[in-house]
């Protein structure tokens, strides 16, 4: 018995170590950008010993990845309860989301698009793993567009994206103050009139 409570208390210390590079990593990373942060300064300031940080991690791009992977997690857990509301109010409050986030102190874009420009290279790791969250997103835009009836939902779930990812520059770099009006427009003339009108 004795035994097990040590064991489930080392991987409580374990995780808690994780957790706390992963932490101090997504903050680094969004304030200052992925290259700008050093993995010297992650393991000081998680307050972890070397070794620790490369058995969970032992290449800075995994690191990397992971907070990539963390960051889908995150978004798609903001984004799960609004496929619940009808398709085209659900489509408007996944928009809705930039405006809420771009509201934020420390605002500095989209931490996707701003890890992407970091890795050029769409085969490496890191690149993966933030196509594999643009296809989700995609896919969710595609389903929702078809439960609103919209005759091209391939189409326009593309535009979607593509004007998604110019609000979220726009967003950070320009900070219109009418920010949540010009995105609601922006989606509603992309949508077109709905299908029950």
């Not at 080392?10 to 050093?38: C, P, Q």
């Not at 500095?108 to 050029?120: I, M, Q, V």
């Amino acid at each position: 018995m004795a035994g097990n409570a040590a064991d489930i208390t080392d991987i409580g210390r374990e995780s808690s170590a994780r957790n706390r590079v992963m932490d101090t990593a997504t903050k680094l990373f969004y304030a200052e950008g992925v290259h700008a942060v050093g993995i010297d300064r992650i393991i000081a300031e998680a307050g972890v010993a070397k070794a620790t940080f490369y058995k969970y991690f032992p290449a800075k791009d995994e690191l990397v990845r992971a907070y990539v992977q963390n960051q889908s997690r995150l978004g798609r857990a903001a984004i799960d309860g609004i496929g619940k509301r009808p398709a085209r109010d659900a489509i408007l409050a996944v928009f809705d989301l930039v405006a809420d986030a771009a509201a934020q102190p420390g605002y500095r874009g989209c931490p996707f698009l701003n890890a992407a420009a970091e890795y050029p290279d769409p085969g490496h790791p890191v690149r993966q793993a933030i196509g594999e969250h643009r296809r989700w997103k995609h896919e969710f835009l595609r389903g929702l567009l078809v439960a609103d009836g919209n005759p091209d939902p391939e189409t326009i779930a593309d535009i979607l994206t593509v004007a998604g990812d110019g609000l979220l520059i726009a967003s950070h770099l320009d900070k219109p103050a009418n920010l949540r009006h010009l995105i609601r427009e922006t989606v509603l003339q992309i949508l077109g009139p709905s299908a029950d009108k």
